[in-house]
């Protein structure tokens, strides 16, 4: 018996030292805990991890730009972003205009079209964006930089811009939310799905969106601040915090990122596994269902380019409409 189980154990034992042998660890760099996109790469890296060799580590880092530096840095792999900030960051422009191109970036998917706006008090009396005229907006953002671009594309939809508001300081999404909590700020901006809405819903006892105009004067004040930004209208449903009736968000391409310097199998194995999991990636959060696993995935943009990993998947599916 004793030689049989030590048999056994021996055999167990090599399997489990030649599958960690095999296994292959990435780093995945997203925003701070309490923003939406940590949580989905937590449940991204989670279903990449049961579905391939590769271990996930995600990687909590401070801003939209040290998100994207550390994977043009080789520091890790994967990424989220949204694609006008990975173009200003491969040519150098706004929040990365101090910092040396990033010229490696590849688009690895498209995840979803992300809703972004601003919420205030349901208490407070404000109903439209113009509502918000000289009251407490956060400014600054020195932790979060997006913040500044995000603020101007939903505030230009009205026809307005900081100078509208009165400003308070803050360093990031986070901070932000606490602050409006605590009353320090009449308004926030904050992405739809994220926790700190629904935290920041039970703390002041309600939540609602400042209404956006949608016609096309106001869509296209909102693209040129990014061109790639638009409108979206995002109807009440379940996880909708706040969402009464069919409302009006900036909208954003929000991508999975990676490097040149990352495998072509690497990024292969990543992209099939998120794709092949989309039912593990909807239980997570329910964000993904708006993660569509047809051409949708791989639209083209100006200015970012595929990484041939993914481009190599996609063909094989029949996925891809690029040159």
């Known amino acids: 018996m004793y030689r049989i189980f030590t048999a056994v154990s021996a055999a167990a034992l090599a399997g489990l030292l030649a599958a960690g042998a095999s296994a292959q660890t990435i780093g995945f760099t997203t925003l701070q805990p309490g923003a939406i996109n940590h949580l989905q790469a937590q449940i991204i890296g989670k279903a990449v991890q049961a579905n391939t060799n590769l271990q996930v580590r995600v990687i909590p880092v401070a801003g939209t730009t040290a998100t994207q530096s550390a994977v043009q840095n080789r520091q890790a792999e994967i990424t989220i972003g949204d694609v006008n900030n990975m173009g200003d960051a491969m040519h150098g422009k706004g929040m990365f205009s101090k910092m040396k191109p990033m010229k490696d970036l590849r688009v690895v998917l498209k995840i979803t079209d992300f809703p972004i706006g601003i919420m205030v008090r349901r208490d407070s009396?404000?109903?439209?964006?113009?509502?918000?005229?000289?009251?407490?907006?956060?400014?600054?953002?020195?932790?979060?930089?997006?913040?500044?671009?995000?603020?101007?594309?939903?505030?230009?939809?009205?026809?307005?811009?900081?100078?509208?508001?009165?400003?308070?300081?803050?360093?990031?999404?986070?901070?932000?939310?606490?602050?409006?909590?605590?009353?320090?700020?009449?308004?926030?901006?904050?992405?739809?799905?994220?926790?700190?809405?629904?935290?920041?819903?039970?703390?002041?006892?309600?939540?609602?969106?400042?209404?956006?105009?949608?016609?096309?004067?106001?869509?296209?004040?909102v693209q040129k601040i990014r061109a790639d930004y638009g409108i979206m209208i995002v109807r009440p449903r379940p996880g909708a915090v706040g969402v009464k009736k069919p409302t009006a968000f900036l909208r954003i391409h929000n991508l999975i990122i990676s490097a040149t310097w990352v495998s072509d199998d690497i990024v292969y194995k990543f992209a099939k596994a998120m794709i092949e999991s989309k039912k593990d990636l909807v239980k997570g959060h329910p964000i993904f269902n708006g993660f569509f696993t047809d051409k949708r995935i791989a639209p083209q943009f100006n200015g970012v380019k595929y990484h041939p990993g993914a481009i190599k998947y996609f063909k094989e599916k029949g996925l891809w409409g690029g040159s």
């Open 125 to 221: 009396g404000m109903v439209k964006l113009t509502d918000l005229k000289g009251k407490k907006y956060p400014i600054g953002w020195q932790a979060f930089p997006n913040g500044i671009p995000l603020g101007l594309g939903v505030l230009a939809s009205a026809g307005m811009n900081f100078s509208d508001l009165k400003g308070i300081n803050v360093s990031g999404l986070i901070t932000a939310a606490n602050d409006f909590e605590s009353g320090k700020l009449d308004s926030t901006l904050i992405a739809l799905p994220a926790p700190a809405v629904r935290k920041a819903d039970a703390a002041v006892g309600g939540i609602k969106w400042l209404e956006m105009p949608t016609d096309a004067a106001a869509v296209k004040r």
